[in-house]
């Protein structure tokens, strides 16, 4: 796949700050969200890139084109830049379904920097599988039987009955 970002809703100065973090992708800008609610569900990018507040659609509508079943960027990494006073906001209505949301007035390099680490994250393999997981950092506990969700160069997904801390050590069986 190409690299290809879009970038949705964003005033042109913000626009301006962040784009030297996409050098080498394809970045399409599109103003209008009920376009780009089209656009996503057509289309599969690299990054995705939000203004808020959003103009000319929902946020549960955008949620719906980016995240929901069957969407070609449910695993897109995507932020969200709010307007100052509206960091809040966002948070509660995109938050949870996007990797990021930092205001729009942050510094650019802080704005730049944030872009280039979501680009920087893993490409995963999809797949959802049984597996039974002995857990090495505990003395001899028993092992239990856990849903792997996915795999990168980095690790690997595993939904357990119990949170261990990223990096525990397992055995999987």
Sequence with gaps: MHKTALAIGLPLHVYQKVSPAFRGYKVETLHNLGRAAAVLR?????????????????APELVEALRGE???NAHTPAMVLALPGRLDEAQGQLGGKVNLVLPMD??????QAAIQSLLRVDPRLMFRIIVRVQI???SKGPSML????NISASGVLVHALRTYPAGTRAHVE
């Design 106 to 111: 942050e510094d650019p390099k802080t704005l």
């Design 42 to 58: 057509e289309r599969e990018f690299t990054f995705i890139l939000i203004g808020y507040p959003l103009m000319g659609a929902t």
């Design 136 to 138: 090495l950092d505990e």
């Design 146 to 149: 856990c849903k792997m969700e």
């Design 70 to 72: 069957g969407s070609k």
